[in-house]
């Protein structure tokens, strides 16, 4: 029931853009985002609570497609700041489940 | 300052020897989860909390406890540690299960 990530890595230039897949296998309820920076807790970005629905702020956002369990995260005009790993959470039910993450590596 | 609480940061035990880590919130949080991440597997649920004494087993609860007897609190209780239970963990704690989720720093524990 662990929701699926893709890609795993990715590395981009300061000011490209990057989308990262989130995939379940069960209904969801929500999905949320988190970033984790080496060594550090998991940081929350946001959770999408309908169907369709786009949030975010600034170059963050992210789109949930409730009816195919699918949620994509985009960063647009990428900071060395965004470097760290994305995680997916899910909760099918009362469980959360996060996803393997992807690792984010901004270079100047 | 709203925060989670874990401690102890750094733990190294031998096989066998019981151990309790503790997590705290002063948030009145309802949800809390105890979380283990291991390398290529992300964060893995071990145990979560609807609310007090009330509790019941996530992804991997093999070899764990925990308890809920106050709303703050939220032990996780290794009876008798494995060298498989070497990894990092977190506890995390949110109003609701669908709501903003705060992480404690983390313990990374090593079972020789």
């Known amino acids: 029931q662990q929701p699926v990530q893709s890609p795993q890595a990715v590395i981009l230039r300061e000011g490209e853009d990057a989308v990262i897949n989130c995939s379940s296998s069960?209904?969801?309820?929500?999905v949320h985002w988190y970033r984790q920076k080496h060594g550090e807790a998991p940081v929350f970005l946001m959770i999408l609570l309908k169907g369709g629905e786009q949030k975010g702020h600034e170059k963050i956002s992210a789109s949930f497609n409730e009816k195919k369990q699918q949620s994509s995260l985009y960063l647009t005009a990428s900071q060395l700041s965004y470097s760290g790993t994305y995680f997916c959470g899910t909760d099918p039910g009362n469980q959360f489940y996060f996803g393997t993450g992807t690792s984010l590596t901004v270079i100047p | 300052e709203a925060q989670v609480t874990q401690n102890p940061r750094y733990l190294i035990t031998v096989t066998g020897k019981k151990l309790t880590v503790t997590c705290s919130q002063n948030?009145?949080?309802?949800?809390m989860s105890w979380y283990r991440q291991d390398p290529g597997l992300g964060l893995r649920q071990i145990y979560y909390s609807m609310n007090v004494e009330v509790t019941d087993k996530g992804d991997v609860p093999e070899g764990y406890k925990v308890s809920r007897k106050e709303k703050r609190n939220f032990p996780l209780i290794l009876e008798s540690p494995s060298p498989n239970q070497t990894s990092l963990y977190f506890c995390?704690?949110?109003?609701?299960?669908?709501?903003?989720?705060?992480f404690g720093q983390g313990t990374r524990l090593t079972v020789v």
């Open positions: 995390a704690s949110s109003l609701y299960r669908n709501t903003e989720a705060f």
């Open positions: 948030m009145n949080h309802e949800y």
């Open positions: 069960k209904a969801l309820y929500s």
